[in-house]
Structure formats: structure tokens, C-alpha cells
């Protein structure tokens, strides 16, 4: 069984998530006899976008590609890693360039395309 809360800010309290989950059980007439494994995940949704400049580039979670409803991002994620993996092969050994543009504008136009970096 899985009771989660993608939107609710501030975010809600594990307590109250299985509070949650306990009266849907129980609504539903379904009795739990044991718990095998109890899991915690917080995905943050909302945050801020990465900073451009920055030396590290983000992917994944950290890279605001969190869906902002659904809050998967794994599909994304594997779906852009050999994108932004040809974008990176590109820039090495180029000083880190490409006609003008550094390294972290080519990632970052690559996992945002939609957000098109602007130049400084």
C-alpha cells in the first residue's frame, strides 16, 4: 500500500500521511495484520531551478524535472542521460566550449529545452 501527497505545501508530516492511509484502509474495509517494510521518500517539488552559472549541472530530481503533478521524473531522467551525455562529449576537449557557448549552457538547454538559457 502507498499513500502519497505530491502537492500539499508545507509538505505533510509522515504522520499524518499514514494517518491518511490508515482511514483509506480502513474506509475501504481492509485490515492490515502486519507491516513487512515501512518506506520514507520526500521528493522536494516547487524548488527553485539550478543556478546558471554553475560548476556542477544538475540531472534528475535536482534539475526541476520533476513532474509537478505526478512527481515522477525516473522516465525523464534516463530519457535525457544520453542526450546531455552527447551534449557533454561535445564540449570536452573543446575548452569547454562550443562556438561561444560554455559547457553548462549546452546541458542546461539540453535538459530544459522549453527554458531556453539566456545569454549573459
Not at 492511509?21 to 474495509?29: D, E, I, K
Amino acid at each position: 500500500m502507498e499513500e502519497t501527497s505530491l502537492v500539499s505545501r508545507p509538505a505533510l508530516s509522515y504522520t499524518e500521511v499514514k494517518k491518511r492511509m490508515v482511514a483509506r484502509l480502513r474506509h475501504l474495509g481492509i485490515r492490515v495484520r502486519s507491516v513487512i517494510e515501512d518506506e520514507k521518500c520526500l521528493i522536494p517539488m516547487g524548488g527553485p531551478l539550478p543556478r546558471i552559472p554553475q560548476r556542477v549541472m544538475a540531472i534528475g530530481g535536482n534539475s526541476g524535472t520533476v513532474h509537478p503533478s505526478t512527481g515522477y521524473l525516473v522516465a525523464r531522467t534516463m530519457a535525457l542521460t544520453p542526450i546531455l551525455a552527447e551534449a557533454i562529449a561535445e564540449c570536452l576537449g573543446s575548452t569547454r566550449m562550443i562556438r561561444g557557448t560554455p559547457l553548462y549552457h549546452k546541458a542546461w538547454n539540453v535538459i530544459n529545452p522549453r527554458k531556453k538559457f539566456l545569454e549573459l
